[in-house]
């Protein structure tokens, strides 16, 4: 419920879920900042947006949402997530998969291994996890 007693709708919970869930990969690698955190509100925004003209939609916001910070975060600072998997070679960023689905994952593509769903990078990065 929110704050007056209505019941929060499944498009709110969606797009709160996805917040959530990048806000704590974001911290998982100490990127948080403010204007990170803006980063993440205009893509819950322009995602509200989405998945009401497509309520189906709505298990691939979190996915959609990772993805648009991934892309922010490229044109301002460079490459994130950075595979924790690979020790050498070139840094290289995770990528989200399914690009369009359900239960969004980090994956190396260069290793072809999942690293993490999107919201535990934590686990993946030897940060504390959050269960």
């Known amino acids: 419920m929110d704050p ?12 709160h879920a996805a917040r959530a869930l990048v806000l704590a990969d974001l911290a998982a690698n100490e990127v948080a900042a403010a204007d990170v955190v803006s980063m ?3 893509s819950v925004v ?13 298990e691939f916001v979190a996915g959609l949402v990772a993805q648009d910070v991934q892309d922010a975060l490229l044109e301002a600072y460079g490459r994130w997530p950075l595979c924790p998997v ?6 290289h960023a995770l990528e989200v998969e399914p690009e ?3 239960d969004p994952h980090w994956v190396c593509h260069q290793a072809g291994v999942k ?3 999107v919201g535990s990078l934590s686990s993946a990065t ?3 996890p959050s269960s």
Do not use: F, K, M
């Open 115 to 117: 690293v993490a769903a």
């Open 86 to 91: 690979c020790g050498s070679g070139d840094p």
């Open 40 to 42: 993440v509100e205009d």
């Open 100 to 102: 369009l689905g359900a």
């Open 46 to 58: 322009q995602r509200r947006w989405w998945v009401e003209q497509w309520p189906d939609g709505a």
């Open 126 to 128: 030897g940060g504390t």
């Open 4 to 15: 007056s007693g209505h019941p929060i709708s499944p498009l709110e919970q969606a797009l």
